[in-house]
């Protein structure tokens, strides 16, 4: 990070100490605590249910708060995730320092920092979802050489009191401005509020849901981040989270990441865009194609992508999204700009560079073919989605697919193009396998590929045990058949699911 990147930073931190957030140590957060006049500090953790938790201290010296920032705190274990016994409970949780920004919404000036989990031992508890992640990016670059970076697209709705003046068009609503976008300005402030907090935005904008419904409007938004490593990626998208519900808390509405909302109207993915770099160097194109590990990495990602719905698709209502005629994935392929594939190649600004030239012909030049943009987009993943342990899982395929024999041959036999959904190529679509219809489906996927997660102790057999029995436990194996056409189940079930993850 150059002095002018520092200086156009949002985050209060990194303007004040001058050095990237990577490089903070205790001593910089202390002074940083000091000349801001700082009351608390909140140590957040993400915990079985996804969402973010709280402990809150109030520093009353600096010996006090050097033992805050240096030594952690205990934490109750088994009340924070599923799968730790009552019996071994206490935890550590040590803060992340690089994480750490201003709460925009306190009264009392109040700092934030995520933090990891450490065993009684004061060693990294192997089932955290948060070392998990790390484990498996450790391994990845080890064996391939390569960096895994991530962004992650964000849609939610915003469920209102229906206003009768500019009222939403039915399914209309992409990239609409205000007045027919009520609420552009949480979105905006949403933006403002995780770039002080240290996210890295690409850009937010109104998504195509909206629709009216007892006396209700909801209208949906998307807010895309910049790709960034897989650990810093999920920290963004839980922050982004905590600080729009925190807004619709304000603003007297309800946030919601749920998958689907009605039957009907489009759901809500969480879309993951993925490139492999190499010394700073993206590795997705070659000779102006894509590459071969790129496709090999495509190759990974679908043949483990049964798998990857138990960590990105967790309760019964997502697979009320993965359906067809939606924009979401229902069978395992992929293609170039088919936003029906279960991994997509958006477009890379390859050969682009005449686009300024043509709208600006005063700019003597363009920087498009310079550094390759280009990603691939897993489709399948939504809100419910355990962020560390689907980026965790997505690391294991993409290592998976670079080292499988065959990965090539694979790809190529699983590339689709859009005709394929048409009605004249449909027998041709039904060849391709199709993804879990179900929590319980997903879960019987995850045990049959679970030598690929546990391998390396990446992902302990436990994890994977129990979150089966999680997924099991919905019992929805047939919830599709069972629900159709009963609106009020579909809405109570709907209503139980609304703000998952």
């Known amino acids: 990070m150059t002095t002018n990147d520092m200086l156009m930073s949002r985050n209060e931190l990194v303007q004040f100490l001058r050095k990237?957030?990577?490089?903070?140590?205790?001593d910089d957060i202390i002074r940083f605590i000091e000349a801001k006049g700082i009351k608390m500090v909140n140590?957040?953790?993400?915990?079985g249910d996804g969402k973010l938790k709280s402990l809150n201290f109030v520093p009353y010296s600096r010996d006090h708060l050097a033992s805050i920032l240096t030594a952690g705190e205990r934490v109750d274990g088994s009340s924070l995730f599923s799968f730790v016994e009552a019996g071994s409970s206490d935890l550590y949780v040590m803060p992340r320092y690089r994480t750490a920004f201003v709460n925009p919404f306190t009264q009392t000036p109040t700092l934030e920092i995520l933090c990891s989990f450490y065993n009684s031992e004061g060693k990294p508890l192997e089932s955290s979802p948060e070392y998990i992640l790390r484990k498996a990016v450790k391994r990845f670059t080890a064996a391939t050489g390569f960096n895994i970076r991530a962004l992650g697209e964000l849609e939610y709705y915003v469920r209102s009191d229906r206003e009768e003046l500019y009222p939403l068009f039915d399914q209309k609503g992409y990239h609409q401005s205000k007045p027919f976008s009520k609420?552009?300005?949480?979105?905006?402030?949403?933006?403002?509020?995780?770039?002080r907090a240290g996210c890295h935005i690409k850009y937010g904008h109104?998504?195509?849901?909206?629709?009216?419904?007892?006396g209700s409007d909801y209208?949906?938004?998307?807010?895309?981040?910049?790709?960034?490593?897989?650990?810093?990626?999920?920290?963004?998208?839980?922050?982004?989270k905590w600080i729009l519900r925190m807004l619709g808390y304000k603003y007297g509405v309800e946030i919601s990441f749920a998958p689907k909302i009605t039957v009907g109207k489009a759901g809500s993915g969480m879309h993951i865009h993925l490139m492999l770099e190499k010394e700073g160097r993206n590795m997705m194109i070659e000779n102006g194609r894509l590459s071969d590990t790129?496709?090999?990495?495509?190759?990974?990602?679908?043949?483990?992508?049964?798998?990857l719905t138990a960590f990105?698709?967790?309760i019964p209502t997502s697979y009320l999204r993965l359906v067809p005629h939606q924009e979401a994935p229902t069978n395992i392929c992929w293609g170039d700009r088919n936003r029906s594939v279960l991994v997509r190649v958006p477009l890379g600004w390859l050969g682009a560079s005449q686009m300024i030239h043509d709208a600006n012909p005063a700019e003597a030049s363009g920087d498009a073919d310079k550094i390759s943009r280009q990603t691939v987009e897993l489709r399948s993943p939504d809100g419910s989605a355990d962020i560390y342990m689907l980026m965790a899982g997505i690391a294991v395929a993409i290592q998976h697919g670079l080292e499988m024999p065959g990965a090539l041959e694979m790809a190529e036999r699983l590339y689709v193009d859009y005709n394929i959904f048409k009605e004249k190529k449909k027998a041709e679509s039904k060849k391709l396998e199709s993804l879990p219809a179900s929590c319980w489906d997903s879960a019987d996927a995850l045990l049959s590929l679970r030598s690929h997660f546990e391998k390396d102790g990446i992902f302990p057999a436990g994890v994977?045990?129990?979150l089966a029995a999680k997924l099991k436990a919905y019992n929805d194996k047939n919830l599709s058949d069972e629900l159709y056409g009963n609106n009020a189940a579909i809405a109570a079930l709907v209503k139980q699911h609304l703000h998952c993850g």
């Open 20 to 26: 990237p957030a990577d490089q903070f140590t205790s």
């Open 43 to 47: 140590f957040r953790y993400a915990a």
């Open 183 to 195: 609420f552009e300005d949480l979105r905006v402030e949403a933006l403002e509020l995780c770039a």
């Open 206 to 214: 109104s998504e195509v849901g909206s629709f009216s419904k007892d």
């Open 219 to 240: 209208e949906q938004h998307e807010i895309e981040f910049l790709h960034m490593p897989l650990d810093e990626a999920v920290e963004e998208l839980l922050i982004a």
């Open 294 to 307: 790129a496709r090999r990495m495509i190759a990974g990602i679908l043949d483990l992508s049964k798998g």
């Open 312 to 314: 990105g698709n967790t």
């Open 464 to 466: 994977i045990d129990n």
